[in-house]
């Protein structure tokens, strides 16, 4: 017997017959002689409507308002679920973010959880109850409703299963697993049965947005086993085969040690990229440069400054393909002229493609490797940014696709 | 300067547009200098649908998820309408019931209040912000979410007046006030300036169904001020005007005194009499014949026993029409033959008419005279009910706007 937290998405409770597929789910684990507690989401929709409704009456709506009103989808959810189960003969309760408590800070639409009581929920546990918890809110220290942001159901089922010590976490969503690569680009791609959470997080952050990545740090910060597995099974399938199934999220490196070296292949299609050239170079160009991008709420992602020549050198940084024009007319303006620049080129048709795994550390050879792969397939490389698991490369966009199957079969991802 | 408790039915709030025109009213009192506590209940339609969910699950749904999952409905109103009032630049903060809180006993779909803690909305309104509190909610001693029932919003409106002493609790609603009689059967029905709450009891019971209840006694017995208004008017029309529309529910007898006898003409259209001949006439017969109807979730109205004859007494009572076939055959079955009553005979097709008048107390003769108006127009009266403040008969339905029109022309009800 184990104490099991289910989380369940918004597409999983999109319907009160997909709710019934839930319940029979969580049933099956509770039948096995499993403690429960789900944390599922709004249903699909939901906190669209509700924002929309925000949205009708203005643009700037007040985030502790906002808060009170999204977090209105969940709790309905979680009711619901409720009684589900209960409808199949199961005891089961279900409290909202504030009645637990969930302790959070007043950072309103993307606050961050303080502090988890348990005593509550250990008691109905205990009782024989499956317990469901409202994901995405909690309560601040003034007694007012506030949200973790978009995804933040994920995060809530990883702290609740933290606070309780629970033996996993399983997250259950439309996809079945953290993927080698995207299957819809390499169709031999494989799924994983377990990636560490550093790999997690660098496959999240480049696109393979399986899970909120706050829920990954906070997995890894707290060591809660977390797996990603299918909601779109038979919800009356083997256990054994359901628990076994996904991509579990794991904080012991040392099993991974003995795998392969390369973990997948992560890509993001829509960059672009901008170069300041002839810039002086002096101490704060850097902070002079992005500074104002930053301020314009722009994500800066890679960054280089070329050695200087003569006292000039060249600096590029990609953004967002969707922040570009923004960026660019920005450093035009603004940047340029005050720092007696030369020419301003950008590139909006760039991709960035990586390598990622923490076998990395250990093996020589991974960055040669992928060069002359890339190289044999006649695809030059524009930038390159590392760090410990991964590197990264920006090239062309139309050789994006080509770079990722290339790399996927030259490191033997398809093999298990 | 006063403080001012508004309510606001679902209707009013049921679209952001509608939403933005009640802000705009709500602003125009906060703008007089008027302190102000809004309480709107769920957007039309919304407490529907989220019990609809519930009722695809099951049929039999567990009554503390109920509640759980029906508030939402007000939550997001509350935040809604914060919105709308921020927009147009006033200083709103949304509660819950828990958040005030609202305390109620643990009766779920049907809670009672028990407290209201008024020390966080009086700082807000000392502080110049108009409060808006979700209606329909509290919270019991254990931290649960419970729901007053139907219509309860006018209930936490005028118990949160209660709890501020607030010098007016204003119920906008589709309706322009309480007249003398269903405007729709009497066409110069007259709207009331005033009415005791003794009154609105009576009326509201019998059918002029403009307040909940539950409201109405709450507001008898904390001697809360409360008016009926029509929401449907100009939000921007003038202040003083919108202050002395409606009907003010009050409980200053001594004001109406001078005026009519009579307040208005109550009535309820369907009806059904079930009589039970040939009783025995010994102790605990009501008992006997009404016990296993009120079993049965029948409620009783009107309740007659003839004088008896050689030891055999006729029983008569109503019950609404729509539970005569239900409390027929209950009486036919289990009732009948362990009394060794006679014949049962039945009649669905009845209707009450009803005087009310806290002036009734004071003058004799109303009932001669309701009973010589209704000899005139040659209608039979078949049962008579009376208490302090109204006089009920039951006649054949097809009479009843005849009876209707008869009696609010002879009480003089049309003029002012």
Redesign the interface.
Known sequence: MALIVHKYGGTSMGS?ER??NVARRVAKWHDAGHQIVVVPSAMSGETNR?LG??K???G???P???D??A???E??S???L???L??IGKDA??Y?G??VPVITDNAYTKARIQSIDDAKVRKDLEAGRIVIITGFQGIDGD???TTLGRGGSDTSAVAVAAALKAAECLIYTDVDGVYTTDPRVVSDARRLKTVTFEEMLEMASLGSKVLQIRSVEFAGNYRVPTRVLSSLTDPLMSLEEEASSGTLISFEEDTHMEQATITGIAFSRDEAKITVMGVPDKPGIAYQILGPVADANVEVDMIIQNQSVEGKTDFTFTVPRGDYEKALNLINDSVKNKLGAGNVIGDAKVSKVSVVGVGMRSHVGIASQMFRTLSEESINIQMISTSEIKISVLIDEKYMELAVRALHKAFGLEQG
């Open positions: 009160t709710i019934r509700l409704l925000a009708e009456i203005t700037t709506p007040a502790r308002e906002l009170m009103l977090s209105t989808g709790q309905a979680v009711a619901l409720a009684i589900a209960q409808a309760v279900s909202t504030w009645q007694g007012n409703i």
